[in-house]
C-alpha cells in the first residue's frame, strides 16, 4: 500500500502535465470557442454547412486571418498597427489608379503597390523607434492620411472616389488566376485568397516557434530592455514587422481587386480593430511578449462564421458589433488570467 499511493500521485501528475500544457497554449481558448460557434450555427442556420455557406464564411475569415496573422506578429512584438485596414484599400486603389489611368502594366503595378506599402510600414517603425511615440498614435496619424489620400487623390484623378474597369486592363485575368480564382473542394468554390491564408498562417507559426526571428520576436515584446542587452537588433526586427503587417495590407488589397475588379476609396477602413480583435482572441497579449499565428488565424474564423452565420440565421446585423465587444473582453480577462497562472506557476 505505501509503494501504491506514490505511484498513484505519480501517475496523476503526468497525465495532469500535458493537459495544463495544452491549456496554457494562447489558442486553445480560441480553438475551442471555434469549435461551439461552428456547431452552433450548424444547429441554427442549415444552409451555414452548405457548399455555398462554407465557402462563403471561409473566404470572408482568410481575409479577415491574412491581416490577423500579420497583426499578431506585430503584436507578439509589443507593437500596435492601426493604418493596416487603410493600408488594404491604398494598395487596390495604387494599382486601380496605374493601370486603368496610366496604362501601367498589371504586374509592375503590384511591385509600386508593394514597395509603397513596404516604405509606409518602414517609416511607421522608424517614427516610432527614433520618437519613442507609442505606436498607437503613430499609426493613427498614418490611418488618417491614408484615409485622407485615398479619398482626395482618387477623386482628383477619376472624379469618384472608386476604380473601375480593372476586368478590361491587360494581364488582369492571368494575375487573376493566383489572387481572384477558385477551385472546386467537396463540392464548394473555394476562394484562392483560403491557401493564401492557410499558408501565411503555417510561415508564421514556423518563424515564431522554430527560428531565430521567432524568439527575438518574443524578446522585444515582452522585455525590451533586457533584449537590447543580449544584443537582440530590436529596430530591425520591429521594422521588419511593421513590413510584414504593410505587406499583409498590400496582399489582401489584391486579393479584393482580383476577386471584384473594382475597388472603393474607403475599403478597409474599420477593419483594424477587428483584426486586434482577431489577434486578441486568439491569444495574444495587448502588452505584448505573448501570442500565436494559430490562435489569430482561429479568432479570425470565429469572426468570418460569425459574419456570415448571422446572416444565414436572419438575425439584425447590429448583432455582430454586440458580439465583438463580448468576445473581446472575454478574451482579455481570460489571457489575462492565463498571464497569472502562468507567473505564480514560474
Same mark, same amino acid.
Given at each position: ?10 501517475d ?34 442549415? #444552409?451555414?454547412?452548405? $457548399? ?5 464564411? +471561409? ?30 484599400? =491604398? ?14 502594366? #498589371? ?12 516604405? %509606409?510600414?518602414?517609416g ?6 527614433? =520618437?519613442?511615440?507609442?505606436?498607437f498614435?503613430?499609426?493613427l496619424?498614418?490611418?488618417? %492620411? ?12 477619376? /472624379? ?8 478590361? #486592363? ?13 477551385? $472546386?473542394?467537396?463540392?464548394?468554390? %473555394? ?29 522585444? /515584446?515582452?522585455k ?12 530591425? #526586427? ?15 488589397g489584391?486579393?479584393?481587386l482580383?476577386? !471584384?475588379?473594382?475597388?472603393?476609396? =474607403? ?19 495587448? =502588452? ?18 460569425t459574419?456570415?452565420?448571422? !446572416? ?11 458580439f ?11 489571457? +489575462? ?10
Amino acid at each position: 500500500m505505501t509503494l501504491t499511493a506514490p505511484r498513484l500521485s505519480a501517475d496523476r501528475a503526468s497525465v495532469a502535465r500535458p493537459v495544463r500544457t495544452i491549456l496554457r497554449r494562447p489558442e486553445t481558448g480560441a480553438a475551442a470557442a471555434a469549435l461551439l460557434i461552428f456547431a452552433f450555427f450548424s444547429v441554427i442556420a442549415p #444552409v451555414f454547412l452548405s $457548399p455555398a455557406g462554407v465557402s462563403t464564411w +471561409l473566404y470572408s475569415a482568410s481575409l479577415f486571418g491574412i491581416m490577423a496573422v500579420a497583426v499578431a506578429l506585430l503584436m507578439i512584438g509589443g507593437e500596435f498597427d492601426l493604418s493596416a485596414g487603410a493600408m488594404t484599400g =491604398t494598395t487596390g486603389l495604387i494599382v486601380g489608379v496605374v493601370t486603368t489611368q496610366w496604362g501601367v502594366n #498589371v504586374w509592375l503595378a503590384m511591385g509600386i503597390a508593394l514597395a509603397a506599402a513596404l516604405a %509606409i510600414g518602414a517609416g511607421n517603425a522608424f517614427v516610432v523607434m527614433k =520618437t519613442g511615440l507609442p505606436s498607437f498614435i503613430v499609426t493613427l496619424a498614418t490611418f488618417f %492620411i491614408l484615409q485622407g489620400v485615398n479619398l482626395a487623390v482618387t477623386k482628383l484623378i477619376t /472624379g469618384t472616389v472608386a476604380i473601375q474597369g480593372m476586368g478590361a #486592363v491587360p494581364g488582369f485575368d492571368q494575375v487573376k488566376v493566383y489572387f481572384g480564382s477558385s477551385f $472546386p473542394l467537396f463540392g464548394a468554390e %473555394i476562394k484562392v485568397a483560403v491557401l493564401w491564408w492557410f499558408a501565411l498562417t503555417a510561415l508564421a507559426t514556423w518563424i515564431l516557434l522554430r527560428t531565430r526571428a521567432g524568439n527575438w520576436t518574443f524578446a522585444v /515584446g515582452g522585455k525590451l530592455a533586457s533584449a537590447r542587452q543580449l544584443g537582440v537588433p530590436v529596430l530591425r #526586427v520591429k521594422t521588419g514587422l511593421f513590413m510584414t503587417t504593410a505587406g499583409a495590407g498590400w496582399l489582401v488589397g489584391m486579393l479584393q481587386l482580383f476577386d !471584384v475588379s473594382t475597388v472603393q476609396a =474607403t475599403s478597409g477602413i474599420g477593419q483594424e480593430f477587428i483584426y486586434i480583435i482577431c489577434a486578441v482572441v486568439g491569444g495574444c497579449l495587448l =502588452t505584448g511578449g505573448y501570442g500565436s499565428a494559430i490562435g489569430a488565424a482561429l479568432g479570425a474564423l470565429i469572426y468570418g462564421m460569425t459574419l456570415q452565420g448571422i !446572416v444565414f440565421a436572419q438575425w439584425d446585423n447590429n448583432w455582430l458589433k454586440a458580439f465583438l465587444g463580448g468576445m473581446l473582453l472575454l478574451a482579455v480577462l481570460v489571457n +489575462l488570467y492565463v498571464r497569472r497562472q502562468a507567473g505564480e506557476r514560474s
